[in-house]
């Protein structure tokens, strides 16, 4: 259950990061959601350790790619909303 999980809303500014965007952590998984009416255009992971991670559509299964802290912007286009599993490969 995510509600069990550490909620990281240091990492982002509601009123100053676009898109709004939610973290929470759960063991070394982080979950991110993103929010906006439309977005297309890269997307910043923060938080991430120094490490390599597999990017899942939480809702779809679809994998998005891998990321690290180095390389943590992702490309996607959503309306709505996208949320995202992050875990260590």
Do not use: C
């Not at 952590?25 to 959601?33: G, I, L, N």
């Amino acid at each position: 259950m995510l509600s069990r999980g550490q909620y990281l809303g240091q990492l982002y500014d509601i009123g100053f990061d676009a898109p709004e965007t939610h973290v929470i952590r759960k063991d070394r998984t982080m979950y991110y959601a993103f929010f906006a009416k439309q977005w297309k255009g890269p997307v910043e992971l923060r938080g991430l350790e120094d490490r390599n991670y597999s990017v899942v559509d939480y809702i779809t299964g679809k994998s998005l790619g891998i990321v690290s802290r180095r390389n943590s912007h992702l490309p996607v286009e959503f309306a709505g909303n996208l949320l995202v599993e992050v875990s260590p490969q």
